[in-house]
């Protein structure tokens, strides 16, 4: 009797539960006029990113191509109303005009229970846009300058450690290698380590970064989503272990620099001014007017440590993934692979070497990364918060706080009404007269308006140096075992190519 009791009391709760999802919560967008997508109890309309199905960019680059004609149109993520701009002016009032009302990401943030959370990326109001100010001055392309010296000898490494496999035209799975290298420059300039990942495949270092990156696709769905939920169990994002590894050797290297007062150019240097002094010192003889209330207000050791992981997760992951993906397109284009290698051939021998500026000259290398980044931008989605109520001007749509809005940027760069021919690998795309034809936001690989991407520069130019070491040596043929088209991997929220990438390599 009690168990029958138990079963008509959950099917009472569950059909209660269902018809408030279905006319209460999903009743949101239809109540205020605005086209949706129908969702389905009680995940809405993610289900196939929850159960990994799909990649996040390919889920809303699919419903971009689908509904964009409406220009915004409804979803639901799990209880969460989700407003998907489609609009390039209105993606424009979202991440720049109207900034002030959609200031925040909305996505996990909890300092308590996740301390290296509390970096710029996921930041929120005030915090955010204090911190921003303080970080601003360690990108700028005087400090990139400074620490060029890590980045090319990083570089030249890459290129030592394939040399035996070009002589025997091996076949090698380049993402990985990239992402060596890539962590071999981050920790470098971040932590002040020589890591050696391309040489030590297997490290802890490189353990510890393939662990950042281990998330289910449920917990993925609920940081960017329904952070509330995590923050109502006090479930962190992080990996325990992994915070404390980072925490730990954050401490250690501050600590050893200081007691042997060791100087380095390098991002470390410029995050110890910040909880030091308050401010990095301006480049050159520049002079900084620093406020009494910067000053006093220092980085302390854990804010600081969570800016060097951020700096360490979008570095080495964004930046290998592009340089994989542009080899990966110059393997089936052997007349573009043929055209950049004269190019940065011709350059390095008008400069005598690998430099800041040599770098810097090779334009068409330039027009390869950005239509890379066109096809395959790392995070293929933007996301905000409607942090006060506000109207969407041309739409008639009142946004109410709380709000979700998701940029689908992969269907943006795809879109074949602003570029002909998407699925085309084309660099002249970016030749001066193409970009002017376009909405300034028709590309945004790093984000737009004030939340922009702050270490774009430095990423930009990761990637070009890895490229350049190995490109001025070797030639690269796409192996049978990578598929054409790519396939992505649905467990990371980033574009990451499924099974890795396989190329042929020759010596030059």
Not at 171 to 178: P, R, S
Not at 231 to 260: A, C, G, Q, W
Not at 421 to 439: L, Q, T, V, W
Request: with cysteine.
């Amino acid at each position: 009797m009690m168990i029958e009791e138990f079963i008509l009391g959950l099917i009472i709760v569950l059909g209660i539960v269902y018809i408030y999802y279905k006319f209460v919560i999903f009743n949101f967008w239809h109540k205020r006029g605005v086209f949706y997508v129908d969702p389905v109890v009680p995940t809405g309309n993610i289900s196939a990113l929850i159960t990994g199905k799909t990649q996040t960019g390919v889920f809303f680059h699919d419903a971009y191509m689908k509904y964009k004609d409406h220009r915004v149109f409804g979803m639901y993520s799990l209880y969460k109303p989700n407003l998907v701009i489609a609009d390039l002016d209105l993606i424009r009032t979202v991440l720049t005009k109207d900034f002030g009302s959609f200031h925040d990401r909305g996505m996990f943030y909890n300092d308590k229970t996740d301390p290296l959370s509390s970096h710029l990326f996921f930041m929120p109001g005030k915090k955010w846009r204090n911190l921003r100010i303080k970080m601003t001055p360690t990108f700028t392309s005087g400090k990139i300058k400074q620490m060029f010296p890590i980045l090319e000898e990083c570089g030249e490494e890459l290129a030592k450690y394939l040399e035996s496999k070009a002589l025997v035209k091996d076949t090698i799975e380049m993402k990985d290698i990239f992402t060596r290298y890539t962590t071999d420059v981050i920790m470098s300039t971040a932590f002040g380590i020589k890591s050696k990942c391309i040489e030590e495949p297997n490290n802890e270092y490189r353990i510890q970064g393939k662990k950042i990156f281990a998330v289910k696709p449920l917990w993925i769905a609920l940081f960017m989503f329904v952070p509330q939920i995590m923050d109502f169990f006090s479930i962190p994002l992080t990996d325990p272990s992994v915070t404390k590894f980072y925490m730990n050797m954050f401490r250690e290297s501050v600590e050893y620099r200081k007691v042997h007062n060791i100087v380095r150019h390098d991002f470390m240097h410029l995050l110890i001014q910040l909880m030091d002094k308050g401010y990095v010192e301006p480049d050159g003889d520049k002079k900084t007017n620093v406020s009494s209330e910067a000053a006093v207000h220092k980085l302390t050791m854990t804010e600081a440590t969570a800016q060097s992981y951020i700096f360490f997760i979008a570095g080495f992951e964004t930046s290998s993934t592009t340089a994989t993906l542009a080899l990966y397109e110059l393997a089936q284009q052997h007349d573009i692979q043929d055209k950049v290698y004269k190019e940065i051939n011709e350059i390095l021998a008008k400069h005598g070497s690998l430099t800041y500026d040599a770098v810097n000259e090779m334009t068409y290398l330039n027009k390869i990364i950005n239509e890379t980044l066109r096809k395959y931008p790392p995070l293929p989605v933007l996301n905000r918060i409607c942090t006060q109520e506000t109207d969407l001007p041309t739409v008639n749509i009142r946004v109410p706080k709380g709000t979700f809005i998701t940029i689908p940027l992969l269907g943006l760069h795809r879109d074949p009404s602003i570029y002909p021919n998407p699925d085309r690998f084309d660099p002249e795309r970016f030749n001066a007269d193409k970009i002017r034809e376009r909405h300034p936001y028709a590309y945004m690989p790093f984000g737009e308006g004030p939340r922009n991407c702050i270490g774009a520069r430095f990423g930009s130019i990761q990637t070009k140096i890895g490229l350049i070491c190995l490109l001025s040596k070797y030639k690269f043929k796409l192996h049978p075992r990578t598929p054409i088209p790519l396939i992505f991997d649905e467990s990371y929220l980033v574009l990451q190519p499924k099974g890795g990438v396989h190329f042929i390599i020759e010596s030059r």
